[in-house]
């Protein structure tokens, strides 16, 4: 059978959630950001709680195979701990909680210590659930290990009578294909780019700095496809993980098909603070560099609120940057790919859909929703009449 | 390096889009601004001087699920030009203007070396215009470019050629093709047949023998091409030149062939030209397969016409010579003539007459269906034979003795021409019409009745299936009797045509014809629709309801509609194991049909002197339940059925229950008359007097068995009495806890 495999954006606003479906099934994860009022039908957003269980129960399925949350920041793990099955404690457990098979997290989310103010309920339950399970030994996989995190490990096997170096095989490092999956069984490897562990050994631990950055390379027909899926990232990361690759020689794991670009296209992914320009934000050089490794026909994804090409978005503050845009838009033209999507914009602003990547024999293909003209105002609510 | 584009012809720059004046132009720009995967490249009109009567957009397009590597050659992004004629009638013409743009299937016939021009709808442009708007022509650009790129569309088989291309000049193929041009001893002619007044016309491969004489017919030749991968295909060539270029690519000579055939069949002397010369067919065999390594699974064809007589042709390709208006072979010319280089040629449209599988498959017909004995070429089995012959189903042979008489016609297959010809021979040979021997119906002129015939015997023993539709009682009770026969349905229609039935035996032929048919009455007896049913049978309905009489009014509507309905209700019931009896009624005012179905209960058979005595479940279930309704008395009344002296027996239909002046008690019963007389003849009228009185019936009481009583014995010797007058026996039937007797009596 021909493989096809899928990749969906969710809508969440300023947010991510990413899924991969591989032809053989499997789904995997990547961070999760429900906003409460998106249960709201006059919202943009998506509800996402709703969506993901009509999902799996259409596969009759109760879990993920993996969920990767890249980073704790709230958009990427809002709502996630009354959605998912947590094993620590009972009172997360029940009919209807979706499961997680293999959890991946960044090291530092097993070691952040946030001040009481700033202390947010969701993350400190994650931090608790990573600990439970690398502590338990399964469902679990930790991106690199700083010594701060062996420190706080190493006497707790010493408690449960197991040698320090028990755990080793749930730790993965920059630079290597994360075990569980293979090109050759499911279709799709999993090439870690970040974090380093130097990002933790600095001393203060910026989320950011240390969110997981990915190559999934897919594999069709007997072609290769890949996807670089970052999390949040500054553009120094970014030229980290550019000169890092090079040195090892693995060049082609910065080449892209599609590109999830970081931080809800955030100019300082580009390049760094003060510097976002007036049209367009100047790349620096690495940055440049990996946007021209985007291969004919790619796409590129901002997971955004909407960039309208108009006046006010010149002058916005915060993510997503009109100037990051025109940036990307540029280079992606230059390497001859295909659209750069916005996830609140598609099909339209007032009631997005997921975008969905099909990755079968001939490519990458979005999949366009087939709403327009009439089925779109069947499929959605018209405003109220009087 | 760039993409090349085709540039257009007679055609110039329009600088603002203000400029535009052909109203469907004007919207499509606004639809284009629109439209975020559209982008305005050049507007162009044409001519370059004058009213423009051609509005061109030239844009590109991204079509996102077009797959980066399709095999096809669709890009992501592609530019082509929309070409907006002012007559509101016409359709926009979508020409795609990369150089390498793909040849694909749906696209119109172009010239090489111009823009390629998308087929984008399957239907003719009324159809297209009812619903167009620019923006859903728009999407319907991109669904095309990406199905394209996909494969997607169209399915795989379907003849898209026929579709799309809609060439006046047809050829057809036999539908044996394949077979008959292995037969050495076979030749091909091209007989043209048909011309229509638009000047197009229909002709014939037709195989004759090598020996027979050649008649005049249209020139050609025929070339087998190497095998081709499916799916592509190629451009067609609009000149001699071209074909003979494509041909060349593989291999394949075509001028060679031409010129031999164009000289075959003239002699020394010469020929004259003649107005019935209109062209040469140029042939092309194609064997197609799936894949490279694949052996070929099928065999396109292609054809040309050349449009000028063959004579003309031999000129023009140095194969003839012309003195004083005669034509004579052109052995000594070595130089190789070249004008026939520029001699424009026409696509054909190449069809092949239905085989089988075809028929089948045009008909939805799954199953091949069975080797079958059809009693009966009348009305409603010409018209069953008709139907199953066209879609293929079941190999048939047909029985009748008939002719036909002028009076058929109204109700029959036959033409005029067919008055005095045997029924059976007729059906066989408009079906042979039809089907060209592709499939075959073999008639058997004789009695359905005589097993004894060799030829109704043999067609019977090789049968798996016989289906009456005689319209007699003598076949199917006769049938009913012979153990070695195939499983026997039964068909006919009513004598108003309002109903039609089918009577189907088991498998295992268990529930004969015999028992269904009185099990059939019994419904008419008891069932409120068979009230009516029977209705307009002029008093003897069996030979009443047959087109020998030629008294009988009824339309042959009536006739093909019940034959629609039991042709394929036959199908689903031999695909059943279970005998079958089941009644059509239709409301001849509004149309409608009700659907009555009768459960068919086995029979047992008591040998009664000379007779045989057949008595269905059905009947005893109903005795006994009467003679428990009656407990702790006795019950009693009449038995209904009829006699066959043709094959010894006497059928039960029915008991009726007791008539309410009846005198019962628990050790005897004495039946009573009141509107005895009555239902007796309601029965008769209900089955077309079919069924009447044979004798009575009557229960012991509860724990007895039914041994007749000594006054049991004097009630038969009254009955035989009676029923002497008649020259019939009596029947008495007796009902105990658990057994039945039958007793006949007869006045010897």
Request: glycine residues 8%; negative net charge; contains cysteine.
């Amino acid at each position: 059978m021909a493989d096809v495999h899928k990749v969906v954006f969710y809508p969440v606003g300023n947010g991510d959630t990413t899924q991969i479906v591989l032809s053989g099934g499997r789904r995997v994860l990547f961070d999760f950001c429900h906003r409460d009022r998106a249960e709201d039908t006059d919202t943009p957003e998506i509800d996402l709680k709703s969506r993901l269980k009509d999902e799996l129960k259409t596969v009759d399925r109760d879990y993920f195979d993996v969920v990767a949350f890249t980073h704790a920041d709230l958009d990427h793990i809002q709502g996630s701990t009354d959605f998912f099955e947590l094993q620590h404690a009972k009172k997360y457990q029940g009919e209807g909680q979706i499961k997680i098979r293999e959890l991946w997290v960044p090291a530092a989310m097993l070691l952040e210590e946030a001040d009481k103010d700033h202390q947010q309920e969701e993350f400190v339950l994650l931090r608790q659930e990573a600990r439970h399970r690398l502590l338990e030994g399964k469902d679990i996989l930790v991106f690199s290990k700083p010594k701060a995190l062996a420190d706080w490990l190493e006497p707790r096997l010493k408690e449960r009578g197991e040698a320090a170096s028990a755990r080793d095989h749930l730790f993965i490092d920059a630079g290597t294909i994360v075990p569980g999956f293979s090109l050759a069984s499911d279709g799709v490897e999993f090439f870690c780019h970040s974090p380093f562990i130097k990002h933790c050994d600095e001393g203060d631990i910026i989320r950011n700095r240390a969110s997981l950055v990915f190559n999934v390379r897919f594999l069709a027909d007997g072609a290769y496809y890949d996807y670089l899926e970052v999390g949040d990232a500054t553009w120094e990361e970014m030229e980290d993980i550019v000169r890092t690759t090079r040195h090892h020689k693995n060049d082609d794991r910065l080449a892209w098909d599609l590109y999830n670009i970081p931080h809800h296209c955030s100019y300082l992914a580009l390049n760094e603070e003060g510097q976002k320009g007036d049209k367009e934000t100047e790349p620096k050089p690495l940055v440049k560099e990996l946007l021209l490794q985007g291969k004919r026909d790619a796409y590129i994804v901002s997971c955004s609120k909407p960039i309208p090409d108009i006046k006010e978005s010149y002058e916005q503050v915060q993510p997503p940057h009109i100037q990051a845009r025109n940036t990307y838009e540029r280079y992606l033209k230059e390497v001859g790919g295909r659209k750069f999507l916005v996830t609140m914009e598609e099909p339209n602003a007032n009631k997005p859909e997921p975008i969905v990547f099909e990755i079968a024999s001939g490519g990458v293909t979005w999949k366009r929703s087939a709403s327009i003209g009439a089925p779109a105002i069947i499929t959605s609510t018209p405003p109220r009449a009087g | 390096m760039p993409d090349a584009y085709h540039e257009l012809a007679n055609v110039v720059e329009v600088k603002d889009a203000s400029e535009l004046t052909i109203p469907r132009a004007k919207a499509l720009f606004g639809a284009v601004q629109r439209q975020r995967d559209y982008s305005l490249v050049q507007i162009l009109r044409h001519p370059v001087d004058g009213d423009p009567t051609l509005e061109c957009l030239v844009v590109e397009v991204e079509c996102d699920d077009v797959p980066p590597k399709n095999p096809v050659g669709i890009r992501y992004r592609e530019r082509l030009a929309l070409c907006v004629p002012n007559d509101p009638k016409r359709l926009i013409e979508v020409l795609a203007l990369r150089q390498d743009f793909p040849i694909l299937m749906h696209q119109n016939q172009g010239v090489p070396g111009t823009p390629a021009s998308l087929c984008l709808y399957f239907e003719a442009a009324g159809a297209v215009m009812r619903t167009w708007t620019p923006e859903a022509f728009l999407r319907r650009i991109q669904w095309w470019l990406e199905k394209s790129a996909r494969g997607e569309l169209h399915a795989a088989d379907q003849p898209v050629e026929h579709l799309f291309f809609a060439s006046k000049y047809e050829l057809v193929l036999p539908w044996n093709l394949t077979e008959l041009r292995k037969d050495p001893a076979l030749r091909f002619a091209i007989v043209l047949r048909h011309e229509r007044p638009d000047g197009g016309f229909t002709c014939f491969l037709e195989p004759t023998a090598k020996t027979a004489p050649r008649v005049k017919t249209t020139k050609h030749i025929e070339l087998a091409l190497p095998p081709i991968v499916h799916g592509l295909v190629e451009r067609d060539p609009v000149t001699l030149g071209q074909l003979a270029d494509v041909l060349a690519r593989r291999e394949v000579d075509l001028i060679g062939p031409l010129r031999e055939a164009l000289q075959a069949d003239i002699d020394e002397a010469g020929t004259t030209a003649s107005a019935d010369d209109k062209g040469t067919i140029i042939l092309l065999h194609i064997p197609i397969r799936r894949s490279v390594d694949a052996e070929p699974d099928g065999v396109a064809h292609r054809a040309f016409l050349v449009p000028i007589g063959g004579l003309e042709l031999g000129i023009a390709c140095g194969a003839l010579f012309v003195h004083e208006k005669r034509y004579y072979k052109d052995l000594l010319n070595q130089q190789p003539a070249t004008a026939w280089r520029e001699q424009p040629i026409l696509p054909m449209a190449v069809l092949t007459q239905n085989d089988r599988t075809a028929a089948m498959r045009q008909s939805g017909v799954t199953e091949e269906g069975p080797a079958g004995v059809l009693v009966g070429a009348g009305s409603l089995g010409s018209a069953l034979l008709n139907l199953w012959g066209r879609s293929g189903w079941g190999r048939w042979m047909v029985i009748d003795k008939d002719h036909i008489k002028p009076h058929n016609l109204s109700r029959h297959g036959a033409y005029a021409q067919h008055i005095g010809e045997t029924k059976a021979t007729v059906v066989a040979g408009l079906h042979a019409a039809a089907m060209e021997g592709a499939t075959e119906i073999v008639p058997v002129v004789a009695d359905g009745c005589d097993f004894a015939q060799a030829d109704v015997a043999q067609a019977l023993a090789g049968a798996a299936l016989a289906i009456d539709a005689s319209t007699t009682l003598e076949y199917p009770r006769a049938a009913s009797v012979v153990d070695t026969l195939p499983r026997h349905f039964s068909v006919f229609v009513t004598p108003n045509g309002n109903a039609a039935v089918l009577l189907a035996e088991d498998a295992k032929r268990m529930q004969r014809l015999r028992t269904l048919e009185a099990q059939y009455y019994r419904a008419l007896i008891q069932q409120d629709w068979g009230r009516v049913h029977l209705d307009g049978h002029a008093s003897t309905f069996w030979s009443g309801a047959s087109c020998r009489d030629i008294s009988l009014v009824m339309p042959y509507s009536r006739i093909l509609g019940q034959a629609s309905t039991l042709a394929e209700q036959i199908q689903a019931a031999v695909a059943r194991e279970d005998a079958l009896i089941r009644i059509w009624q239709r409301d001849p005012a509004r149309g409608g049909v009700e659907v009555h179905d009768v459960p068919a209960v086995p029979e047992r058979r008591i040998a009664l002197g000379e007779l045989d005595l057949y008595i269905d479940d059905g009947v005893e279930q109903q005795l006994r339940t009467l003679r428990q309704q009656s407990f702790p008395n006795e019950t009693g009344g009449v038995l209904l059925g009829y006699y066959d002296f043709n094959i010894r027996a006497v059928v039960i239909v029915a008991g009726l229950p007791a008539p309410s002046d009846s005198k019962a008690s628990p050790d005897s019963f004495e039946r009573g008359v009141a509107g005895l007389a009555e239902a007796v003849k309601d029965a008769a009228k209900r089955t077309a007097g079919m069924v009447g009185y044979v004798g009575e019936w009557h229960s012991h009481p509860p724990g007895h068995s039914a041994s007749p009583s000594r006054h049991d014995l004097v009630q038969l010797v009254h009955l035989a009495l009676g029923m002497a007058d008649d020259g019939l026996p009596a029947v008495q039937l007796i009902v105990g806890e658990q057994d039945l007797q039958i007793l006949q009596g007869a006045v010897q």
